[in-house]
């Protein structure tokens, strides 16, 4: 059986708890298990290390542009 085949509500589909209680689960084995979440760790590690990236790409290019600015007004001046 199957979550769709015991929903219930028009709207807003509901699964009474009973329903649940009935129903089979069928996880990978430990190791399996252990493996997804090492990858869910890397996956996460590597976002992080994307943002800080992103964000010292951001800083970077004000500090550039901000010296350009700058080195142009002086050669006008």
């Keep these: 059986m199957s979550i769709s085949q015991v929903r219930t509500g028009a709207g807003t589909p509901l699964v009474q708890r009973t329903a649940l209680e009935g129903l089979e689960l069928h996880l990978p084995d430990l190791e399996q298990q252990r493996r997804i979440a ?4 890397l996956l996460l590690a590597e976002l992080d290390l994307v943002d800080r990236l992103a964000a010292a790409l951001t800083r970077r290019a004000r500090i550039i542009g901000s010296r350009l600015t700058r080195n142009t007004r002086r050669n006008r001046d």
């Excluded at 090492?38 to 760790?41: E, P, Q």
């Design 38 to 41: 090492a990858v869910g760790s």
